[in-house]
């Protein structure tokens, strides 16, 4: 009886094993992103353009990792920035800008140096961010 009973326990770990990695794969294969209900026009703004105060603001976060909305007038600008590298040479892509209902849904990715440049690591790339430029909107913003 009690060679039944460590057998039953151990197909209930494994059992319960199984479950937790099934729903830790649902968990992260399942897509997040808000459904597109429209498109959004906008303009990556060069730093010769970005407003003054706004580079105040991107300056005190750009060694960390950072995302950040600003409003001025009538423009609404969405920075993302990625912190300090190891090197510089790098550059930041944006993958999906799009309205969700009432969100403005944002997705950038990080991409690297490419393998044949050599970068100073005090290059002013080295930390690396992004501005876009978009019509002011009463929206949440949803960063990727």
């Not at 197909?11 to 959004?40: H, M, N, Q």
């Not at 300090?84 to 892509?93: D, V």
Request: proline share 4%; glycine share 6%; with cysteine.
């Amino acid at each position: 009886m009690r060679k039944y009973t460590v057998y039953a326990a151990k197909a209930l770990i494994l059992l319960v094993i199984v479950i937790a990695c099934g729903f830790v794969f649902w968990a992260c294969s399942s897509d997040s992103r808000p459904e597109k209900t429209g498109d959004i026009s906008y303009t990556v703004v060069p730093e010769n353009e970005v407003p003054e105060e706004l580079l105040k603001l991107i300056d005190e976060r750009r060694e960390t990792e950072f995302r950040l909305s600003f409003s001025e007038g009538e423009n609404l600008y969405l920075v993302v920035g990625y912190g300090r590298q190891e090197t510089g040479g790098y550059s930041i892509q944006i993958k999906d800008l799009y309205l969700a209902g009432d969100v403005i849904y944002l997705d950038t990715e990080l991409l690297g140096p490419l393998p044949e440049e050599t970068a100073d690591t005090k290059d002013s790339t080295a930390a690396p961010w992004l501005a876009v430029k978009m019509q002011q909107m009463d929206k949440t913003i949803y960063f990727e």
